[in-house]
């Protein structure tokens, strides 16, 4: 099989999104300017740089000039949380993805508790064993999404998945998104090691 990028069917984004697997879920919280918190997961979602220490996300935009809320809400007010999904809470991030109005919040929607963050606004996952405080990096428009670049500016970590100060992969059981309906955990790990 081969796609032309330039027939612009589904067939291409089906393959993308079924062969770069598994991608990990951006679990985005952000606080819109007026005041109403919203929760949504991306699988367009990834490390980019260590230093300074910058993640990004990048939602399909609604429509022309048109962002999604959480594009919107972190460039209105340049903050956002990344929280990291696990298996005890695939349920509830997959309830988050439901199309709500602006102002109706996936926390309020979903009965998730929130925490406050410590340097942003916008709250972060009480349950989540992971989540970075984001302070917008930088905005880059790509095709029909928009990337959003943010600056982690603290890292929120609970103490039963790390091992020795540093998290530990064979504790925190994250998931990602394969393609459709389907999912992937880290429970089934193994090890390799790396040339020198």
Known sequence: MQIDPDTHDRSLYRTMTGAVVPRPIGWISTTSEDGVDNLAPYSYFNVVSVDPPVVMFSPADKGPDELKDSARNVVDTGEFVHNVVTRPLTESMNETSAMLPPEESEFDHTGLERVESEKVTPPRVAE??????????????????TMILGEIVLVHVDDAVTTDGKVDVRKIDAVGRLAGNYYASTDDRFRIERPD
Do not use: N, S
């Open 128 to 145: 989540a064993d992971v989540a970075f405080e984001c302070e917008l990096y930088d905005v880059v428009d790509v095709g029909v999404g």
